[in-house]
């Protein structure tokens, strides 16, 4: 169920402090991010960054990135929406113990 994100780039990334899944269903139209704990601060929003496709992870005072550009297939979920649901998982039993929506702001292509 867990795909983890290796860190490609040097900006720091969430997947030093946690593993993280991104579900998407074609069907549902469905989006989740999949956390197995929560995050050390406040997630305050997601940023799109559609120059380099990676997700940003904006905290207070801090940004982190998915350390990954997302899969082009994923994209298109968060072009759809305004807000992204997470869910920190149980690992042992892969059930949410809790979830949380933040707010998505989607940052344009430059000419």
Do not use: C, W
Not at 53 to 76: A, N, R, S, W, Y
Request: proline share 5%; net charge negative; aromatic share 10%.
């Amino acid at each position: 169920m867990f795909d983890v994100f290796k860190k490609l780039n040097e900006r720091g990334s969430v997947t030093d402090e946690l593993l993280i899944d991104i579900y998407a269903s074609p069907e549902l139209r469905g989006l989740a991010i999949l956390i197995d704990r929560p995050f050390r601060k406040t997630l305050q929003k997601l940023e799109l960054d559609l120059n380099d496709g990676h997700l940003i992870f904006v905290f207070e005072g801090e940004k982190k990135d998915l350390g990954t550009p997302l899969k082009e297939d994923l994209v298109p979920f968060f072009l759809e929406r305004d807000r992204v649901k997470f869910n920190v998982m149980d690992m042992e039993t892969l059930t949410p113990v809790e979830s949380f929506i933040v707010p998505l702001s989607v940052r344009e292509k430059r000419s």
